[in-house]
């Protein structure tokens, strides 16, 4: 095979090297190696730009250890090989021992044998005609026209290794910000659930947060009750994110969304041809969770067979795929939900007794919105700003009475159907003002039919109501009835005849009929603003 022949056969061979990888050192690698087959080469060096020392550092060789790749570090311009980089041009030296301007930093001069002479090629490596680092090789003594053949494929293969290092710098360029990105993520995460950014004051809610907040930094299981609607997932999510395995992956399966077939698959994954329409391979979110936590939310509706495995995950922490005889081993922690009363599905056969005292290590409970509504204000105007934000629109004014509306609502949908409400009336309203023909249906139909009651009700049925739920609430208030529900009475009373006179006393005294003074002290003894 003559020289050019040998050339065509090298390039072929690396241009199919250079396709095989992405790993810069190893291409590089298979590439001198070859060279050091074909050539007879001693050393190899891929030296590339490094900004963040201001200076050529070697990234890949062969024939150097670590120590010696460490030394071999130069300024642009220094040496050899920083004036090959500044200048773009490559340099050959057929006897490397004689040359004044080769430093030796990686000591090779020390490993000529005597009497033996070896040669020196460095071809500057371009990207978009600018040097960003060079190759060099070492190899027994070749004389000038040798040299300069050695030269001119060195400068083809420099290309291609151009072409490889760009590509791997857009590909660490792109992995740094998706790595980047994903921090960023993990952070806005973290902060979504940090426990002091779940909305609620109401007593009922800070004992959820308070055990939650508890719990999150142990690897106990946790079940959470709570009518639909309430937040369950939420409140997994926090303790996730709260947690010492916030970096690793949160999962949910929606337990009753899925058949049972479908379930066992989804949670412990399944091998080929394991039933039919399993085509290949596929891991269970058990597996994917790995480190993490796996939220199983409507824990109750699970298969009774489905319930033995998930006891041995908890007990064990292990499982086997549908239809493989091995076992996997997961670290997971199980954050389970329900809607259902798991005692009740206990005592009447649907659900075991041994799971459920083993998902029942922590107990959340979550309040429905009913019995938490002084959380309701808080909400809406979280809500708002959601929802305003993402529909660019300006819904804020909330009348007293519309907002007294939605604290009398019963909420059976609990936060979620508060939140649906709101964001039907920040995409259908067109001013600023949150009005009562921007509720659904039926929480218009729920204001009338309460308007339609208290029509139908004369005075004196309601004072006879009044008496009755006073006499009930105030009964261990003996020798103060009288006066907590008169005095209510006519502070709602004075109240409502300075609001329907402007706020004028005299006017209001004299609709009231009673006299400016009487009204004075009232006004005074209740803390009712009024004009003089």
């Not at 792109?174 to 952070?187: F, I, T, V």
């Not at 039933?275 to 939310?297: H, M, N, P, S």
């Not at 429905?368 to 700003?385: E, G, K, T, Y």
């Not at 004014?397 to 009336?425: C, F, H, Q």
Request: aromatic letters at 6%.
């Amino acid at each position: 095979m003559d020289s050019h022949e040998q050339e065509i056969a090298i390039l072929d061979s690396i241009s199919e090297i250079l396709g095989s990888s992405l790993e810069l050192e190893d291409l590089f690698g298979q590439v001198m190696k070859l060279l050091e087959r074909r050539l007879g080469i001693r050393r190899a060096a891929l030296v590339i730009q490094d900004e963040t020392i201001d200076r050529l550092r070697i990234a890949a060789a062969i024939g150097l250890n670590e120590k010696e790749m460490q030394l071999g570090q130069y300024r642009i311009g220094e040496g050899i090989t920083g004036k090959v980089v500044e200048t773009g041009e490559g340099r050959t030296v057929a006897d490397l021992a004689a040359e004044p301007e080769f430093l030796d930093r990686t000591n090779v001069i020390g490993l000529i044998p005597p009497n033996e002479k070896w040669s020196f090629i460095c071809v500057p490596i371009k990207i978009a005609d600018k040097p960003i680092g060079a190759i060099t090789i070492t190899k027994p003594y070749s004389d000038g026209p040798t040299l300069e053949d050695n030269a001119r494929l060195l400068r083809i293969i420099s290309g291609n290794i151009a072409q490889a290092l760009h590509i791997n710098q857009i590909v660490k360029l792109e992995k740094d910000q998706w790595l980047e990105q994903m921090q960023r993520m993990r952070e806005n995460l973290r902060s979504k659930f940090r426990f002091e950014n779940i909305i609620g004051t109401s007593q009922a809610m800070m004992d959820v947060l308070a055990t939650a907040g508890q719990v999150a930094a142990s690897r106990a299981t946790v079940l959470i009750l709570g009518e639909t609607g309430t937040g369950k997932e939420l409140i997994a999510k926090a303790i996730h994110y709260n947690s010492p395995r916030r970096d690793k992956p949160f999962i949910r399966v929606n337990c009753g969304a899925l058949t049972d077939t479908l379930l066992e698959s989804e949670l412990f994954g399944h091998v080929e041809g394991a039933f039919t329409g399993a085509v290949r391979d596929k891991i269970g979110r058990f597996e994917a969770a790995d480190g993490g936590t796996i939220f199983l939310d409507e824990i109750g509706t699970m298969d009774a067979q489905l319930q033995v495995k998930l006891l041995r995950v908890l007990q064990e922490r292990e499982f086997e795929r549908v239809g493989d005889a091995r076992t996997v081993k997961c670290d997971v922690r199980v954050i389970a939900a329900t809607n259902l009363d798991l005692t009740e599905e206990v005592r009447q056969g649907n659900f075991r007794e041994d799971l459920y005292y083993r998902l029942n290590v922590v107990t959340v409970y979550l309040p429905s919105l009913r019995n938490r509504r002084a959380d309701i204000p808080l909400l809406v105007d979280h809500f708002l700003d959601k929802y305003n934000a993402e529909n660019n629109r300006n819904v804020r004014k909330v009348s007293r009475e519309l907002m007294n509306t939605l604290m009398r609502y019963p909420w059976p949908g609990n936060v979620r159907e508060l939140e649906n409400a709101i964001e039907r009336a920040v995409v259908l309203g067109h001013t600023d003002e949150f009005t009562e023909d921007l509720l659904p249906m039926n929480i218009r139909m729920f204001v009338q039919q309460g308007r339609d009651k208290l029509q139908a009700e004369t005075i004196e049925s309601l004072a006879r109501k009044l008496s009755e739920q006073a006499i009930e609430e105030y009964g261990m208030r003996e020798g103060e009835v009288w006066d907590l529900v008169v005095g209510e009475i006519e502070k709602q009373l004075i109240s409502k005849a300075l609001e329907r006179n402007g706020g004028v006393k005299t006017r209001s005294a004299d609709f009231l009929g009673i006299n400016r003074n009487t009204l004075n002290k009232k006004v005074k003894d209740y803390n009712i603003d009024a004009s003089d």
